[in-house]
Nanobody, 118 residues
């Protein structure tokens, strides 16, 4: 499985962005997909996860602002980010792994930069 994240950019605080994670491979629908972000000097953090069945998870830091969805027909997972804050600035990555293993991600895409100005 090869993944490609896109949709990042520069946005003002309070604005929105939608990230896309496009995948190759016919078995993509059987994978869970996580969205991670990493800001300079900080550890990588999980901000969203969607299982193969469509169950979603978001940590408290983004809950209510970020929503994730998937379109298996298009082999694409989306991360809708609303009410963005400067602290959301980071490189965002998508990764895929078995739905049955929460912390395991076998495939990673290149990141897309999100910058939120105050």
């Amino acid at each position: 499985v090869q993944l490609q994240a896109s949709g990042g950019g520069l946005v003002q605080a309070g604005g929105s962005l939608r990230l896309s994670c496009a995948a190759s491979g016919r078995t993509f629908s059987s994978y869970a997909v996580g969205w991670f972000r990493q800001a300079p000097g900080k550890e990588r953090e999980l901000v969203a996860r969607i299982s193969s069945g469509g169950s979603t998870y978001n940590p408290d830091s983004v809950k209510g602002r970020f929503t994730n969805s998937r379109d298996n027909a298009k082999n694409t997972v989306y991360l809708q980010m609303n009410s963005l804050k400067p602290e959301d600035t980071a490189v965002y990555y998508c990764a895929a792994g078995p739905s049955t293993s929460w912390g395991r991600y076998d495939y990673w895409g290149l990141g897309t930069q999100v910058t939120v100005s105050s």
